[in-house]
């Protein structure tokens, strides 16, 4: 028998410390059944490594048909290194776009990202930069417009995420750290992207599940979140008469860098269990949603918020 301790929270934030039975099959057991899917695990860093990561997510649907949704679009797409990124990225290209990546300094990760979509026929570029800095999110259109003439779609996901048990614990840098990253990112980028972007183009920023449950520590990523919805809701009424669609996707417990950079390794073989789904989502099973908001199936959809997250919150 292999007995293992694991902390986490429960959804009203209570301290769930319990020995769990995990057999030979993978099960573990304390008031519920879930299956040991992730190891435990923690990166020391921001951003996360995809390539590192145990098991590697799973971000391409070999079965999924292409219908050209997005045959001669260009989109630029934050974080699409890695995690919901990549996944997102590479279901672009199967839908006939071609996709600007650009992420901070997770080079192999962009690099594996680039050769499978090479592989696939598809076609990308790669920006290495931080987004927190405004003069990079102009360079980065600005690469776009040089690079592929024009620009269709923009996807606002780059985000980091720190576990602190207080506010107390936050510090100062730390709040303005994650801010910037999470929401002046986005602003700059989409301020920059409009002089661009022509009537028919779509924005998608991507929020969270903690932004409507609350977590009782990640206090400073759920505001940066929050604001994300707040920013989605004003700019789609402030462009729909533009015909520039803006919505956000708010996923829940994805296995993706984000998890093993930001939680106690401890965490980590529970993620998700809590959900009706009992398990957590696999990147490439948000990737349909980012194909639907960019295409003209949602010519009538704006400023809304997209959940997706195995039923642990009904929004």
């Known amino acids: 028998m292999d007995y293992k301790y694991y902390h986490s929270k429960d959804n009203n934030g209570k301290e769930d410390y319990g020995l769990k039975y995990i057999d030979k099959y993978g099960y573990g057991y304390q008031c519920t059944k879930y299956k040991i899917k992730f190891p435990e695990q923690h990166q020391n860093r ?13 971000f391409d649907n070999p079965n999924y048909k292409a219908a050209g949704k997005l045959e001669g679009k260009v989109a630029i797409i934050t974080g699409g290194d890695s995690g919901i990124g990549r996944a997102v990225a590479i279901s672009y290209v199967k839908e006939g776009a071609k996709v600007v990546i650009v992420y901070f300094d997770e080079h192999k990760d962009a690099d594996d990202t680039k050769h499978y979509i090479h592989s696939l026929g598809g076609e990308c570029l790669l920006i290495a930069g931080d987004v927190k800095n405004k003069r990079f999110c102009d360079y ?43 929401i002046y990112s986005m602003f700059y980028l989409t301020k920059s992207a409009l002089k661009e972007m022509q009537p028919g183009a779509s924005i998608i920023n991507v929020t969270s599940i903690t932004t409507f449950m609350g977590e009782p520590e990640l206090i400073d990523y759920v505001t940066s979140k929050g604001a994300i919805v707040g920013f989605t809701r004003s700019l789609a009424t402030n462009l729909a008469d533009k015909n520039i669609r803006v919505n956000a996707i708010a996923p829940g417990y994805v296995w993706t860098p984000l998890q093993p950079a930001c939680w106690d390794a401890k965490k980590i073989p529970t993620l998700g269990y809590d959900a009706p789904m009992k398990r957590a989502g696999e990147p490439y099973e948000l990737a349909p949603m980012f194909i639907y908001l960019a295409s003209e199936d949602a010519s009538y959809t704006t400023g809304q918020v997209m959940h997706i997250n195995g039923g642990l919150y009904k929004g």
């Open 46 to 58: 921001q951003p996360g490594m995809e390539y590192v990561m145990d098991p590697k997510p799973i």
């Open 140 to 182: 980065v259109v600005k690469e776009t417009i040089d690079h592929y003439g024009k620009l269709d779609i923009l996807v606002n996901n780059a985000g980091v995420q720190f576990q602190q048990k207080s506010l107390l614990d936050i510090s100062d840098e730390q709040f303005d750290y994650t801010m910037k990253t999470n």
